[in-house]
């Protein structure tokens, strides 16, 4: 890849950052916090004030959309790596197609649809989906309404913290896919439920390189990383994903590089950095899904380990 990613996370990372996060402006505004007022609403927290059950007419998404998914829902286009995982792990004979950047799981036999930011929207129209899973940033909001406007149902994820990112996905797998909750949900929930005891640090999250692009405010992974005893140094940039001057950088004392969407590497990145760098994967530091079972111990081992 040579050139910046358009909206890099979470969940795959092909793709330069939409600072909105698909923020509406309308009567059903959500706030700075990703919040809704409407009768609906979320709270700060994430948390749905309705019963967040179906109706006749469907069932909202992170966005407030009332999404017209069927009583029954057999098949399922995924537009998002970590939701088709997280399809995948709980009802696997549901996905009928998903991006060629779904990599999870292994030997994932569905019907490829390109890529998030370019899918072939007349294969998925021919694929016939009840449900399409997609995401507010990942995503582009054309692609979203023209599927929409050939009458498919599309269901918008948007969290940017952890307990945001399990309400999501329980709402997706429950009231989306008429799916019970999980198992590996109630783990991942377990996991990420223990606060960080322990001595904090302040890091750089670069994305990208040539030019340089880092992990700004208000972000997933900044709060992954929050959760695991580390601050981010660009939390108060006025982008979610800015470029950055390397040279003239907030004080911090490390450097987390993912493998996406730049695949940064020991050898290619660190030598960039005075601070000490440390090579993660970007899958359990970007997506939210099954991953986040394992994420939390495996991250906390290699920020301790390098």
């Excluded at 059903?28 to 609906?40: I, K, P």
């Excluded at 294969?123 to 995401?135: E, F, K, Q």
């Excluded at 909001?141 to 996905?169: I, M, Q, Y």
Aim: glycine content about 8%; hydrophobic content about 40%.
């Amino acid at each position: 890849m040579t050139s910046p990613p358009a909206v890099p996370f979470p969940g795959s990372s092909r793709g330069p950052a939409r600072d909105d996060l698909g923020a509406r402006s309308d009567s059903g505004a959500r706030t700075d916090s990703g919040a809704r007022t409407d009768s609906g609403a979320r709270t700060d927290s994430g948390a749905r004030t309705d019963s967040g059950a179906r109706t006749d007419s469907g069932a909202r998404d992170d966005l407030g959309d009332l999404v017209p998914v069927p009583a029954v829902v057999r098949r399922v286009v995924s537009l998002v790596p970590s939701l088709t995982e997280s399809v995948a792990a709980s009802a696997p004979e549901l996905l009928v197609g998903a991006t060629d950047w779904c990599s999870h799981p292994p030997g994932l036999a569905v019907r490829r649809v390109r890529g998030t930011k370019n899918p072939d929207l007349a294969a998925i129209g021919a694929l016939a989906p009840d449900l399409v899973c997609a995401n507010a940033e990942e995503n582009r909001a054309e692609d979203l309404a023209a599927l929409r406007a050939a009458g498919l149902a599309v269901w918008v994820t948007a969290p940017t913290t952890v307990p945001a990112a399990l309400r999501s996905l329980d709402r997706l797998l429950r009231l989306g896919c008429g799916l019970a909750r999980p198992d590996w949900l109630d783990a991942a929930e377990q996991v990420w439920a223990e606060p960080f005891r322990g001595e904090r640090r302040r890091a750089i999250i670069p994305i990208w390189r040539r030019p340089w692009m880092a992990v700004g405010r208000d972000t997933f992974t900044g709060d992954v990383l929050a959760r695991l005893g580390v601050d981010n140094a660009l939390a108060g940039s006025e982008q979610r994903y800015p470029r950055v001057d390397i040279a003239a950088l907030p004080p911090h004392d490390l450097v987390v590089l993912p493998d996406e969407p730049y695949a940064f590497s020991p050898s290619d990145g660190p030598e960039s950095f005075e601070a000490r760098a440390v090579c993660v994967s970007g899958r359990l530091l970007t997506w939210y899904g099954p991953s986040l079972v394992q994420a939390r111990a495996d991250l906390a081992n290699a920020l301790a380990s390098q």
